[in-house]
């Protein structure tokens, strides 16, 4: 059986022209701009960009996902504001702890580390893609109490959101196939581990928590208090019927589709994607 992992294959074109050139930042593994927040279990680390306005969390995608795929848009929105990039707990600089890797705990790392930096009664907004979205949900369903705005780029609620292809070429997410099917980006990825020697079982880990078929449920969606921008490539693995209905769980929501992108809008028109986000939240 073929891997496919429809929402997560297009973040496997991310990582080469992410990569930092001298003159660069190195988003993700940058000395001046990284820290830490200790979790129960784990060091959840993050990196800070910018000053003023309404801080945006950055959370970034699964498996082939990490902090240097936001490089543009950090870029851009941290010209005016505060830019938090989390990596979420196993990726990059952050530790894996003992818990069960679930978006329920990415949520809650992301949590505390958005308690850790800011005030009692403070509001971040949260810019979420893919699995960064999925946690973005549950973090703005479960903590409203700390989020503003929410800008939710191609996340499904569950696999139960892929087409009927994609879903019958889904197989096993094994380091092995990754690593015979995309060598240079796992390289790459874990010379960006603080302990790599822990990339197998991450990858392990990950492939039985996406194998969940619904990861939010809509009783969450429905709870969502804060504004929310869901966005996605026409041409996104995810079923456009299936961002249409999130949209429609939403209380206060809107609507951005980008003609002729695939998942990963921000590397396919990223001016237009920036625009559209810096427009909502501001």
Sequence with gaps: MQFCFWWLVALATVTPSARASPQQVPYGTNDQAGHYVQTPDARIYYERYGEGGTPVVFLHGGVYGYIDEFSAVIRDVSEKRLVIAIATRGYGRSERGTQPLSHRQFAEDAALVIKALFKPGDKVDVMGFSEGAITGYILASSHPELVRRLVAIGGPLGRYGATVENLEQDGDLTPELMQQQVPDLVAHRKSQMTRP???????????????????????????????????????????????VEIYKLLPEAQLAVVPGCGHVIFRCKPDLAIQIMSTFLQ
Excluded at 207 to 230: C, D, G, W
């Design 197 to 243: 020697e822990q990339w197998p079982q991450l990858v392990r880990d990950l492939n039985t928590m996406y194998h969940q078929s619904v990861f939010v449920k809509q009783e969450e969606i429905r709870a969502i208090k804060a504004p929310t921008l869901v966005m996605a490539g026409d041409k996104d693995p995810t079923r456009m019927e299936h961002f």
